[in-house]
């Protein structure tokens, strides 16, 4: 009689600062697209989960915001508030920075580290883009400082020892059962995804402070067909900003910025979801919503 082969399991939660790379690396971990990634720093909003399953594992990844050193609204104290408590239910934390950051060592995101008894791999980001032997020198500045179990270099564009990595994740996780169904991805509902990628194309295509003051919500999304017989997605969207100066900026003269956006987030948007889109959106104006804490709760960055 064969024994039943051990099954391990875990949330491993992904911290560091923005723009480090650490949706990318989520994604590349999961093998499908959970997180939105642009060149711009805050990118990350929410807490997101991506899961990877298989026979004898599933790891629970969690994807969140960036540490922001001195937040200017209660929503980027929201998002500090769920990059915080990812040092609290994790079974395993993956810390990462890459090649370009530098910490001091009175900063608190590595007395948070010290503090934290929840195993800890130390993730260095962005190899690729290495000179001389700046990849030694930061491990060994790090690992003089935290007690970390692992220290892995890494490229997550280019998947540089990724796979490496996922093997000791798997090894470093307690033998546990599946949180999830084997066969999903995520704890999110598609409208959450799909409000992200609309986001997505805002950040990428505006300037400045407006993609900062927007924010994303899905108001209607209905399976459909075309009179042709092919699957169709109807959605309707609200984008909300902070100022009528803004809603001007969004909608561009006679339209047009508006119409190239809808137009780039419908191509990303039919990608995504394998199917034809009818996308809507909407521009509406709620003054000052980043530090208004009943519009924070309707978008979801309060309890």
Known sequence: MTENPIHRSGFVNIIGRPNVGKSTLMNTLVGERMSIITSKP????????????????????????GIIKNPAYKMQEAMNRFAVSAFEDADLLLFITDIFEKYEDNDPVLQQLKD??????????????????????????WSERV????????????????????????????????????????DR???????????????EQYKQEIPYSTEVVVERFKET??????????????????RETQKMIILGKNGSSIKQLGTEARKSLEAWLESKVFLDLHVKVRENWRNDERMLKHFGYEN
Do not use: C
Not at 129 to 141: D, F, I, M, R, T
């Open 42 to 65: 805050q990118t990350t909003r929410h807490r997101i989960i991506g899961i990877l399953s298989g026979d004898d594992f599933q790891m629970v990844f969690s994807d969140t915001p």
């Open 116 to 141: 934290s008894d929840v195993p800890k791999f130390f993730i260095l980001n962005k190899i690729d883009q290495a000179k001389g032997n700046e990849v030694e020198e930061l491990s060994k500045w």
């Open 147 to 186: 007690d970390f179990q692992a220290i892995i270099p890494i490229s997550a564009l280019h998947k540089t020892n990724t796979s490496e990595m996922l093997d000791r994740i798997k090894l470093a996780l307690p033998e546990g059962p599946e949180y999830y169904p084997k066969d999903q991805l995520t």
């Open 189 to 203: 509902p598609e409208r959450f995804f799909v409000s992200e990628i609309i986001r997505e194309k805002i950040l």
């Open 225 to 242: 067909k075309t009179t042709k017989g092919e699957d169709m997605v109807e959605i309707m969207a609200h984008i909300y900003v902070a």
